[in-house]
């Protein structure tokens, strides 16, 4: 076998796609070099192509046990285990809540066994003196969904861009539940917020909050602070610095006293962020034991620890007051469940082995990105995450679904393939690697149904038909958006009741910005389209502008109009939730992030909104709109009545 040879089916065997169809529809057949790190990164001992038939060989003569990392148990009907010729002297399910089911062998299988609980098992057997243990997810088929139909709505927004006169440099809970009770006096029942999770705030401040800290924490900058109030109008950016300064002077003489005492993950998340203070933020600079998992006190600066502790400790406790308040009246939050997470962050440092180096995650070119993307973060690898029973995983989507009564998947293509870049090489020189896509469904499944949580996934670019499966297969939302449905081909549809209604997203244009085609000279002035390109661009938006006006009866330069009329279409749809983008209310035209772009060179996740809460909740242009919004979607009839059984 020749060294390609070998490597083309070593990258199968470790589920590294070879060849792909891109974004622009292009077939992409993989380079070498590519797949050669893509591989190493995975495990392969390997520094080039020619060491492909050793690493092959290498991965042949692993012996393999009788058991998977993972089995799935849907609806709690463990699958059928092949035992070839082995003679078991022990085979049992240990179960998450305490307890045994023992197994029996029958012939070269596992016995069948009375359906298990939902939870996280593990399935243990001997043989010939050798020990093997699985985990075991028994979980729901289909995620949790709120008793009989709904035809629901709310907003979409970034928080620390809905500030009200009181805000101080970026909004907080309590502007968040001032935004909640308006939409709910108004008939809907959801916010749904951007991830709230930490961030690095000081210089140089990461403010995205897609590039969290953590996915297992809470961000401090939301915190109410109580005795805060200002004076003057709040700065005209949302200047995390600044934020961070704030929520320290506030908290600078309070102790922890009354507060209950910290489990020992966010003990070591403290104590991390401590380390950083004084050893700075890149960790893999660190001395050795610090950068290992083991800094001592000297590493460690005690105020900063303080600090962590009793803001994460405050956060969890305003934010469960905050839902529990919330539920009284029947009102949800949706939260985002951010796909990544920042390399320098505590999650890649206290979960080393879990996250593959020298790699990052983005995605191939498409329409919107000719160059490719590339999203910044280390990807899980998927292998050692098996091997941990999704251990992270599951405490990632828990952490968000125990607020949440509703959570946004992003990019959920990820549950089946992610694209994969080496570092040093460009956007379009990676490749997709394959992710156990059943065993991360139900890890979500149940979860969901441990938290009575509503789930949806971000469904939005190169969908694979594994995901337009998946998704009703197991009740998850699919994602429609107004602007993608006008720029297709042939009749525009309306929403399906397995879908969230949406305008755009936060990383689309503003609906008047959309109408306009501004944002198409934004993406020339970044280098994100090329000039030569603009023509066509503008000649498609407006074709898109132009059909999607003729299918609401409105003139495109009306375009508060043009709004009312698209939302009422959303809003007598058969989807479950329509949730508009809540800029689009007062007609902004400078969106809050433009993809691809750093916030060094465009102050992405800086720009508050124009309006402030107090304007907003009193002006009766919004008042209009949003009124005919929840009129559209009306009580529930008989034509809505099966809603939750169609998708």
Excluded at 8 to 35: I, K, N
Excluded at 83 to 94: I, Y
Excluded at 440 to 455: D, G, Q, Y
Excluded at 546 to 555: I, T, V
């Amino acid at each position: 076998m020749d060294e390609l040879t070998a490597l083309a089916a070593l990258a199968h065997r470790m589920g590294v796609y070879t060849e792909y169809v891109d974004g622009l529809f292009r077939p992409v057949t993989v380079q070498p070099e590519t797949l050669v790190r893509v591989c190493a990164a995975l495990g392969a001992e390997m520094d080039g192509a020619s060491d492909a038939p050793a690493a092959l060989r290498a991965l042949d003569s692993v012996e393999r046990g009788l058991l998977p990392p993972v089995l799935v148990a849907w609806a709690g009907i463990l699958p059928q285990v092949n035992l070839t010729d082995r003679k078991l002297t022990r085979a049992e399910v240990v179960l998450e809540a305490g307890g045994v089911v023992p197994v029996a062998q029958e012939g070269d299988r596992l016995g069948a066994i009375p359906p298990l609980p939902s939870g996280y098992h593990a399935l243990v057997i001997e043989h010939s003196g050798i020990h093997e243990r699985c985990t075991v997810i028994s979980s729901p088929v289909r995620s949790w969904r709120r008793p009989e139909s709904h035809r629901s709505w709310g907003f979409a927004a970034e928080l620390a861009a809905l500030r009200s006169s009181r805000s101080r440099s970026v909004a907080d809970l309590r502007d968040l539940e001032t935004t909640c009770r308006w939409v709910g006096a108004h008939g809907g029942d959801l916010v749904m917020v951007l991830p709230l999770l930490p961030t690095f705030n000081r210089e140089p401040a990461e403010p995205s909050p897609y590039s969290p800290v953590s996915r297992l924490f809470w961000s401090e900058l939301i915190l109410d602070l109580e005795q805060n109030h200002r004076t003057s109008a709040p700065p005209d950016r949302l200047d995390v610095t600044r934020a961070d300064a704030e929520v320290r002077a506030a908290l600078s003489g309070r102790t922890l006293d009354g507060l209950p005492g910290p489990d020992r993950e966010l003990a070591r998340y403290a104590r991390f962020r401590g380390a950083q203070a004084l050893l700075g933020r890149n960790w893999r600079e660190w001395p050795a034991d610090a950068r290992s998992g083991q800094p001592s006190a000297a590493d460690v600066d005690p105020e900063e620890e303080r600090f962590h502790l009793l803001a994460q400790l405050l956060a969890r406790q305003q934010l469960g007051e905050l839902r529990q308040r919330l539920e009284t009246d029947g009102f949800r939050l949706g939260l985002d469940l951010a796909v990544g997470v920042h390399p320098d962050g505590y999650d890649t440092w206290s979960r080393q082995e879990l996250f593959a180096g020298a790699m990052s995650v983005g995605a191939p070119p498409d329409g919107g990105f000719p160059s490719g993307q590339d999203w910044g973060f280390l990807p899980v690898h998927p292998e050692i995450s098996r091997r941990e029973g999704h251990r992270y995983l599951a405490a990632s989507i828990g952490h968000q679904m125990a607020l949440a009564g509703v959570l946004r998947v992003d990019h959920v293509m990820a549950w089946t393939r992610l694209y994969w870049i080496p570092h040093g090489m460009g956007k379009h020189e990676g490749t997709y690697v394959s992710y156990p896509a059943e065993e991360l469904f139900a890890v979500l499944c149940l979860e969901s149904h441990r938290n009575h949580c509503e789930v949806a996934g971000e469904n939005l670019g190169t969908v694979p038909p594994e995901i337009d499966e998946a998704l009703p297969r197991h009740g998850i939302w699919g994602m429609f958006l107004a602007q993608f449905e006008a720029a297709g081909e042939g009749e525009i549809s309306s929403p399906a009741g397995s879908e969230i209604a949406m305008v755009g997203t936060h990383d689309t244009p503003l609906l008047s910005s959309w109408i306009e085609g501004g944002d198409i000279g934004e993406r020339i002035r970044y280098g994100l389209l090329a000039p030569e390109e603009e023509a066509e661009v503008r000649a498609e938006r407006n074709r898109a502008v132009e059909r999607l006006a003729a299918h609401l009866d409105c003139p495109v330069d009306d375009h508060r109009e043009f709004l009312e009329r698209l939302l009422v279409w959303l809003g007598e749809s058969d989807s479950p939730l329509v949730v508009p983008w809540i800029e689009d209310l007062w007609l902004e035209k400078v969106r809050v992030n433009l993809p691809g772009t750093p916030s060094s060179i465009r102050p992405n996740w800086q720009r508050p909104m124009r309006m402030l809460l107090d304007e907003v909740l009193v002006d009766p242009e919004v008042e209009r709109i949003v009124r005919r919004l929840s009129d559209s979607r009306g009580p529930d009839d008989e034509r809505h009545a099966n809603l939750t059984d169609q998708d």
